[in-house]
């Protein structure tokens, strides 16, 4: 079955940095393309990040541009979410999830994976 497991997460500093991965299974990874999404309590799931099936264009949101780093090894069907001076109001589950093309849009995804908490202090 399909399975997206994300790890990485944890407490930080305000100003650090943070590596999330999202490990694939139970179908072609290198078919689809990626997203990170967030959800802070009591908000809604926000999109952070999408990359395309290879790599070649990623997309981010405006709260995290020039901070967050979508990236993806097809080799080890496993995709990345860098993080750099991370600000408390980063703080929130992150999950992965996969969709036939790059989107924007929870409904848009078919797969999600369970999340990973990240909490920054300030």
């Known amino acids: 079955q399909v399975q997206l497991v994300e790890s990485g997460g944890g407490l930080v500093q305000a100003g650090g940095s943070l590596r999330l991965s999202c490990a694939a299974s139970?179908?072609?990874?290198?078919?689809?393309?990626m997203g990170w999404f967030r959800q802070a309590p009591g908000k809604e799931r926000e999109f952070v990040a999408a990359i395309r099936w290879n790599g070649d264009a990623a997309y981010y949101a405006d709260s995290v541009k020039g901070r967050f780093t979508i990236s993806r090894d097809n080799t080890k069907n496993t995709a990345y979410l860098e993080m750099n001076s991370l600000k408390p109001e980063d703080t929130a589950v992150y999950y992965c999830?996969?969709?036939?093309?790059?989107?924007?849009?929870?409904?848009?995804?078919?797969?999600w994976g369970q999340g990973t908490q990240v909490s920054v202090s300030s």
């Open positions: 999830a996969a969709a036939p093309n790059t989107a924007y849009d929870l409904p848009d995804y078919d797969y």
């Open positions: 139970g179908y072609t990874f290198s078919s689809y393309a």
